[in-house]
């Protein structure tokens, strides 16, 4: 029987082993050296063109420490109204819609559709959603939470942005809200985070601000909570974060997620400069601009806030500012690029609208303050200076003396603002009294009275730019939020065909009408728009700022943040659009 085994023989190999075995020893030490050097450089030269071939991807792993200033109440959707419970909450939560790039898409929804009256708005959920705990996600838990921002007893504070708007449970895939009128920002209401029914329907309204689930909450966003450390007193010092793995975006690259809380902004700075926190979020400008100068391996991350900051004039209160050439010349002496360089150390935008994006697109304008062209508009309008420097002006209705007082709330930025208007003002021949109050006070006893002359303060106009509280005549008393006291019947007509218009052409003609109305009748003195400062370790990567609606948002793509990679085939990634970072 023949031998099944095959012999392979390389042709010509015994003539070529002959003659190595002829070599000199010398021969055979030089031959040696250059077939190593062949098969190094074979190999190196394999490894060259594969490496031309492998790209690096997010892999799962690594850990990031953020450091927050300040400690978390309600990590809770339906009563978070810090930036530190908004924070947690985006980790946790998960809504039916959500914010990516400024853009909203789909988060625990699968689809919705509109009605063609743009008065119902209809969600499908996703298969197989799950909260942390492994329960699964269906309309009641959407209904339910609904139903808890509107009930009155809780006191949400979105309480108002779901007055009036009907719940339908189709089943327990599909759900409807029905609008009274038509309302093109809705579809931002559906971000808010869906609290679980079995756990919260335990808790009564009465105990619900007082429940353990407000610091140890259960959503169905990227992270779910792993660990709480806390002090002797029982404060949280950290919160440590996991991946959900069954998070319908996909999950997380990073594997473990570090909150640590601070109690002041000094020590926060500390711990990044010493590595043990890596992202770092609102610091203030001024440490901001330190860091930056000081520190290696350091990215600083900024961009415009929706908010709008400015001096808005309450006519009823001091008569001075019913004359519009009194308006105009606070205006156009207003210390802005004074103000963005001096107290904000540039991470500001200087303000000439109440519309903040309008203010991002003139962010290369300059605007100094024209202090004699100010001063000349006030003498052409038959003011004159008196012995104390202040200008007055008399006519039928008696003295006009330009004095009167700023009120603003006790924050180093506003404070120094407040001197800086003051100092420039003076050079116009104006007088301002500065008057500081702590934040509850302000809010309690001077905007909520309306009790002021004159308010520095900020307006966060949010994510959809609907300026309807802020400028329609029906917001001027308590709790809405018209403080300069502005009533014009033409902008109310705007601002409510805004609100009903789903055509982006037609809201941007309407917002250009509006825009020039205020600017002309100046009811308010625009300063600036702050920026989002975000201190980031260059080791985080995957991070996109983009459009900021809010310190927040920052999170919304947390589930794409990584520090770790691998290096795979090119032709192994399916989306050759890839960012390369």
Do not use: C
């Not at 197989?128 to 139903?147: K, M």
């Not at 169905?220 to 069954?246: H, V």
């Not at 992202?279 to 990215?299: C, D, F, K, V, Y």
């Not at 903040?356 to 000349?376: F, L, Q, R, V, Y």
């Amino acid at each position: 029987m023949k031998d099944s085994k095959k012999e392979f023989h390389i042709k010509g190999g015994e003539k070529i082993l002959n003659i190595i075995k002829s070599f000199s020893a010398t021969e055979k030490f030089i031959f040696s050296i250059f077939t190593i050097i062949a098969i190094v450089s074979s190999f190196s030269l394999a490894l060259s063109v594969n490496n031309l071939f492998l790209v690096p991807v997010p892999a799962h792993g690594g850990k990031i420490s953020e450091g927050i200033v300040g400690l978390p109440r309600y990590i809770n959707p339906v009563l978070a109204i810090t930036d530190i419970d908004n924070d947690l909450s985006t980790l946790i939560y998960a809504g039916l819609m959500k914010y990516e790039n400024g853009k909203i898409i789909s988060d625990l929804a699968e689809k919705y559709t509109v009605s063609a009256d743009g008065l119902v708005y209809t969600f499908t959920l996703k298969d197989n959603l799950r909260f942390h705990d492994g329960i699964a996600i269906t309309t009641d838990d959407i209904e339910f939470t609904i139903q808890k921002i509107e009930d009155i007893i809780i006191k949400s504070p979105l309480r108002a942005d779901w007055a009036n708007i009907g719940i339908k449970k189709i089943n327990d895939k599909e759900i409807q809200f029905i609008l009274k009128q038509p309302y093109t920002p809705f579809l931002s209401n559906t971000t808010v985070g869906i609290l679980p029914k079995h756990i919260w329907s335990k808790v009564s309204p009465e105990q619900f601000i007082y429940s353990q689930y407000n610091l140890e909450p259960i959503g169905a966003g990227p992270y779910r909570i792993g660990r709480i450390q806390r002090d002797n007193g029982g404060i949280p010092e950290f919160y440590t974060l996991y991946p959900f793995n069954r998070y319908n975006n996909g999950e997380a690259y990073i594997e473990e997620l570090e909150i640590r809380f601070y109690p002041n902004e000094k020590l926060a700075i500390e711990e990044y400069n010493a590595n043990i926190i890596q992202t770092l979020a609102r610091i203030s400008p001024q440490e901001a601009n330190t860091i930056g100068t000081s520190t290696a391996h350091t990215e600083i991350l900024h961009s415009p806030l929706p908010r709008i900051f400015g001096i808005f004039l309450n006519q009823n209160q001091a008569p001075i500012f019913t004359n519009e050439i009194v308006r105009k010349a606070l205006n156009e002496s207003a210390p802005k690029n004074r103000i963005v360089n001096e107290v904000l150390y540039g991470y500001g935008i200087e303000s000439d609208s109440p519309l903040p994006i309008k203010n991002i697109e003139k962010a290369t304008e300059d605007s100094s303050g024209n202090i004699e062209k100010a001063k000349k508009m006030l003498i052409d309008d038959g003011f004159a200076t008196t012995s104390d420097g202040v200008l007055e002006k008399k006519d039928k209705k008696g003295i006009q003396r330009l004095e009167f007082s700023i009120a603003t709330v006790d924050s180093p930025d506003l404070k120094h603002i407040a001197e800086i208007v003051k100092e420039e003002w003076a050079k116009i021949g104006v007088k301002v009294n500065i008057k500081v109050f702590e934040y509850g006070d302000l809010y309690q006893n001077i905007i909520s009275t309306r009790r002021y002359d004159a308010l520095l303060f900020g307006e966060s106009i949010g994510k959809d730019i609907d300026l309807y509280a802020f400028w329609h005549s029906s917001q001027r008393n308590a709790p809405g939020l018209n403080i300069a006291m502005y009533v014009n019947s033409k902008v109310d007509k705007i601002l409510e065909d805004i609100r009903v218009s789903s055509d982006e052409k037609v809201k941007e003609e309407k917002y250009s009408q509006f825009e020039k109305i205020i600017k002309d009748e100046v009811p308010a003195i625009f300063l600036y728009s702050p920026e989002f400062i975000y201190i980031v370790s260059d080791k985080v990567r995957g991070l996109e700022l983009g459009n900021v609606i809010n310190p927040s948002s920052r999170f919304y793509n947390i589930n794409k943040w990584y520090t770790e990679t691998d290096n795979v085939w090119k032709f192994f990634i399916k989306d050759s659009n890839n960012k390369k970072e």
